[in-house]
């Protein structure tokens, strides 16, 4: 079998599918279900099926590709990442293993080989929080690791309903019928930008995943009173505003003090009422994200947050409100697809890293349902999430090209 990856056609195909943004070029924003992802979604099915696939959508929008092998009934074996982003990201989260595993397909198709065990090409539905607050969507819905139910009641910022969203895009059936059967995958594999400046720092063109960070994410509502902003003596002000400062600090101390690099917390959101310079605030929205690779340390910096809310609320005289969204267990990637992955460096004589995901994707919740690992590639800097975000193209073709050698493997 020879293989070769068709480098200056995934390229082009990268830089054409960041053309269909809502964000001017270099940023990409895609948020699932608008237009735009429709129209992504609608591009990426017609290379799909250029590339001799048959296609298929699940009531949530999970996109299926299939080459299928030459025994259908066995368990397929996946690949396939996401094309959602969040705005003003890059053009590399997610694309590289939609895409570079669609050329994947295609280079063992060109190389005469033929599986055993279908292939399959998976784009997942939202990625992203970015419309409903909730991460992997379309993964959580097809491990079982989120209801039919609970994801009816997901809202937009809009106060848009999941039914009424997915119905728009023209989305049909009951999510109910998205969750995969436990045998539907032999084994899935994931590549994807690092996303963390490791593999460069090291020189190193390749990362092989053995676990995915556990993560944990809460919406935190502060309420105080307001009023006007010379009229309300310190002593008698219950701002929202500055119990929120003093709270976001607390939860940065918590993860600092679990006593591991491993352990990241961050508040990416605070929403300010009314938001007028001459009025104390007396609303504050926060929202958290805390993740490590152990569960109990995870749960500890929680805890932590927990006790903290309660000091600050008594200290500032304000209500303080946490809603769990998720809490997620860490994931321990497969040995069989581990060692597949592991094989194919060693066969095409490229260097790895056996190394941790602290970002975590949609193949944390494939891993309830089917042996799972990933493949990471160098991203210039570390950077992801902003449009400076770059991999190489020769990194890209590496990835790939390893990508394709242990999905032969997997599938034979």
């Known amino acids: 079998m020879n293989l070769e990856i068709d480098r200056g056609r995934l ?20 948020i699932v279900f608008t237009p735009t992802d429709l129209k992504a979604r609608a591009w990426l099915r017609a290379h799909c099926e250029d590339a001799g696939l048959t296609v298929r959508q699940d009531p949530i929008g999970n996109t299926f590709a299939r080459w299928e092998g030459a025994d259908p009934a066995a368990p397929a074996v996946g ?113 994807h930008i690092e996303q963390g400046p490791l593999l460069e720092r090291q020189q190193t063109p390749l990362g092989v995943v053995t676990s995915i960070a556990a993560p944990a994410s809460m919406r935190i ?15 008698d002000r219950r701002d929202a505003l500055c119990a929120a400062a003093e709270f976001v600090l607390a939860i940065e101390n918590a993860a600092r003090s679990s006593g591991a690099v491993d352990t990241v917390a961050t508040v990416g959101i605070c929403e300010v009422f009314p938001g007028a310079i001459n009025s ?16 109990e340390r995870r749960d500890s910096v929680i805890k932590a947050i927990e006790n903290a809310c309660s000091t600050i609320s008594a200290k500032r005289k304000v209500a303080i409100h946490i809603e769990l969204l998720n809490a997620d267990a860490p994931a321990q990637c497969a040995l069989s697809v581990v060692e597949a992955l592991s094989n194919a460096c060693r066969k095409h004589q490229q260097k790895f ?60």
Not at 17 to 27: K, M, T, V
């Open 11 to 30: 390229i082009s195909e990268i830089e054409a599918l960041a053309a269909i943004s809502d964000a001017d070029p270099p940023a990409v924003t895609r």
């Open 79 to 191: 690949t396939g990442s996401h094309i959602d982003a969040i705005p003003n990201a890059g053009k590399y989260d997610g694309v590289v293993g939609v895409l570079g595993g669609l050329e994947a397909i295609r280079a063992l198709r060109r190389s005469g080989f033929r599986p055993t065990n279908s292939i399959e090409l998976l784009v997942f539905t939202s990625e992203e929080p970015t419309r409903f607050g909730i991460g992997c969507l379309g993964s959580r819905l097809l491990s079982g690791s989120l209801t039919a139910e609970a994801a009816k009641r997901l809202k937009d910022s809009a106060d848009e309903s999941m039914e009424d969203v997915r119905g728009n895009a023209g989305l049909r059936g009951e999510l109910g019928e998205v969750k995969l059967p436990e045998d539907y995958y032999k084994a899935f594999v994931e590549l």
């Open 221 to 235: 509502a502060i309420e105080g009173a307001g009023g006007h902003a010379g009229g309300v003596l310190m002593p």
């Open 280 to 295: 104390i605030p007396s609303r504050v929205r926060l929202s958290a994200d805390i993740r490590d690779i152990d569960l």
């Open 353 to 412: 890293l056996a190394m941790v995901s602290r970002a975590y994707h949609d193949s944390l919740f494939m891993s309830r349902i089917a042996p799972t690992a990933m493949l990471f590639i160098p991203c210039c800097n570390g950077y992801s999430h902003r449009p400076d975000e770059y991999a190489s193209p020769e990194d890209i073709a590496c990835g790939t090209l390893v990508l394709a050698e242990a999905l032969a493997t997997l599938s034979a």
